[in-house]
C-alpha cells in the first residue's frame, strides 16, 4: 500500500482553467513537498508544506499556483488559470527523503 | 553551472556487471544526499542516502567526497531488473534553507 495517494492519476483540462490535484497521506505526517516533472525533464521542486504553512517554495511556484490542507488530511495544489507549458507529472512526497505518490498527469489543451 | 549534474547515459551493460555513476553538485554548502530509481512513467523511489562515511546496501554502494563536490553509486552483479533512471538528488543551500535539488537522471540497462 503506497504511503501516499494522488488523485486524478490523470487529468486533462484546457488552458486557462483551474485544476486541484489532490494528495492524501496514510499516516499523519505534517512535511510535505510537491514536484513537477516535464516529460523528458528532470524533477523540479516546487513548494514544501510545514504545519499548514509553506516553508519554501521554487520560482517555478509563482501566483498561479497556491497549496492548501483544506480538511488537516488531504493536501492539495491548485493551479488557477494553466497553460499548456503546465503539462507534466505532478508528484506530492512526504518528508524531504520523499516517499513519493504516484503522481497525477496533467494534460493541458 | 548546472546545479546537479550526470551524465545521462545510457550505460548499456550486460547481467552480472559493475556499474557506477557519478553526480557532481554546484554548492558546497549543500546538505544530505540521496539517490533515487525511476521507472519509465513512474515516482521516483528512494534507493540510499549518501553518508559522508559512503553506505552500502546489499550491491548498491554510495560514496560522498565533500572536497571534490560529487557523489557516486556503485552497482555490482548487475540484475535486469536494475534497469531504469537513476536520479540523484542534493539538498541545496538556498537563503537560509535547503532545496531538493534533482539531476536529470542516468540511465541503465542491464541486458541478458
Redesign the interface.
Known amino acids: 500500500e503506497p504511503e501516499v495517494t494522488q488523485t486524478p492519476s490523470h487529468q486533462v483540462t484546457q488552458m486557462g482553467q483551474e485544476v486541484i490535484l489532490r494528495c492524501v497521506p496514510i499516516s499523519n505526517h505534517l512535511y510535505f513537498y510537491w514536484y513537477r516533472q516535464i516529460l523528458g525533464q528532470k524533477v523540479e521542486f516546487l513548494v514544501s508544506f510545514y504545519n499548514n504553512e509553506i516553508s519554501e517554495k521554487s520560482e517555478i511556484f509563482d501566483d498561479q499556483f497556491s497549496v492548501e490542507r483544506p480538511d488537516g488530511s488531504n493536501f492539495t495544489l491548485k493551479i488557477r488559470s494553466t497553460k499548456l507549458e503546465d503539462s507534466a507529472m505532478y508528484f506530492c512526497a512526504r518528508t524531504n527523503e520523499a516517499f513519493f505518490g504516484q503522481g497525477t498527469r496533467l494534460t493541458v489543451v | 553551472r548546472k546545479e546537479v549534474e550526470q551524465d545521462p547515459g545510457p550505460f548499456n551493460v550486460p547481467e552480472g556487471a559493475t556499474v557506477a555513476f557519478n553526480c557532481t553538485y554546484s554548492n558546497s554548502a549543500s546538505q ?1 544526499f ?1 539517490w ?1 530509481r ?1 521507472d519509465c ?6 534507493l540510499m ?1 549518501v553518508y559522508s562515511s559512503g553506505n552500502e546496501d546489499g550491491r548498491f554502494t554510495a560514496q560522498l567526497n565533500r572536497a571534490s563536490q560529487y557523489i557516486s553509486l556503485l552497482i555490482r552483479d548487475s540484475k535486469l531488473s536494475d534497469s531504469a533512471t537513476y ?1 540523484c ?1 542534493v ?1 541545496m543551500a ?1 537563503g537560509g ?9 542516468t540511465s541503465l540497462i542491464v541486458h541478458p
Open positions: 544530505s540521496f533515487y525511476q512513467r513512474k515516482e521516483p523511489k528512494l542516502s536520479l538528488v539538498n538556498s534553507s535547503y532545496i531538493p535539488t534533482f539531476g536529470r537522471g
